[in-house]
């Protein structure tokens, strides 16, 4: 019933029907087993990398699928539409007018699952929500063991950091890059822009179909059934291995003004430095590719 309820995007009310037993009953037993899902699988199926090894594997990952070097993951948040939780005022409501709780997640250069926080409130942006995490403490701290920086090809002698690539709603860091801002951006920004949006992909809403509608679930329920639903995502991952053809996904762009501070845009003169060598990259001999100028128009 579970996964009937995950996979199809079904109501309870149509589970009732179905199984002829009471919603309430069917509330809990979802309730029960998506928690002990996540209890008894994240440790096994969503564990982060703890070695220079093993996020080199990652960065191989990104480089040999998507053309972008020294990567080790792409974060972004994505909205799960509740009903309005009771005495919530308006901390669960966003920007697209309706409630939601937010699932943030790290993912892999095979669209696994590596970090999750989940069930922020609506109205929070997807940067302040990132720098809560205890993810982005241990990055910042130098904690997560990632690869030393070093130049992005043996063509150049400038280290370069290894990052995490994110859209618009992210602050630009040193270990962080998002894209440029602006419409009237010339071909080298274009370029980069093209290149890190096309790193991304969205993977969760097209495996589980319960992702397409609202929710009829108190917020305590959601967070599990989000978390279950994301261990068996990395469960069928791993199972059924990585086809980069079939699981190519249109990134969705998002549009929605920054509304993050200028300062905190602006990254400071390394991040920005940093964010310029990978753009100066992907339009050299070494890092572009033969499709890029007609992706972007020119």
Not at 185 to 205: E, G, I, Q, W
Not at 239 to 249: E, H, M, T, V
Request: glycine residues 6%; charged residues 20%.
């Amino acid at each position: 019933m579970n996964l009937l309820y995950l996979a199809s995007g079904c109501s309870f009310k149509d589970l009732h029907y179905f199984y002829r037993i009471g919603i309430s009953t069917i509330s809990y037993i979802v309730r029960e087993v998506t928690s002990n899902i996540w209890a008894n699988l994240h440790n096994k199926l969503m564990q982060l990398p703890t070695t220079s090894t093993a996020w080199e594997q990652i960065s191989n990952g990104f480089q040999s699928r998507a053309n972008f070097p020294h990567c080790i993951g792409a974060v972004d948040g994505k909205h799960i539409r509740v009903k309005m939780p009771s005495n919530s005022g308006s901390m669960y409501f966003n920007y697209k007018d309706y409630f939601s709780i937010i699932l943030l997640a790290v993912v892999d250069s095979e669209y696994r699952f590596i970090y999750v926080s989940v069930g922020s409130y609506g109205k929070d942006c997807d940067s302040s929500i990132f720098k809560g995490t205890t993810f982005w403490k241990k990055l910042t701290e130098n904690a997560l063991h990632i690869p030393i920086p070093r130049p992005l090809s043996e063509h150049s002698n400038t280290n370069v950091p290894f990052v995490i690539i994110g859209d618009e709603g992210f602050a630009l860091n040193d270990n962080l890059l998002r894209p440029y801002g602006g419409t009237h951006l010339d071909k080298v920004k274009r370029v980069f822009n093209y290149r890190l949006t096309r790193a991304r992909r969205y993977v969760l809403s097209n495996k589980w179909r319960i992702f397409h509608r609202p929710w009829d679930v108190n917020v305590e329920t959601a967070i599990w059934v989000v978390k279950a639903c994301t261990v068996l995502h990395n469960f069928v991952r791993q199972k059924d291995g990585f086809d980069f053809q079939s699981d190519q996904i249109e990134p969705e762009i998002n549009c929605f003004p920054n509304i993050l501070n200028a300062q905190s845009i602006r990254g400071g003169s390394s991040a920005n430095s940093i964010r310029a060598t990978f753009a100066e990259y992907f339009v050299s001999e070494v890092g572009s590719v033969p499709w890029q100028d007609e992706s972007i128009g020119f």
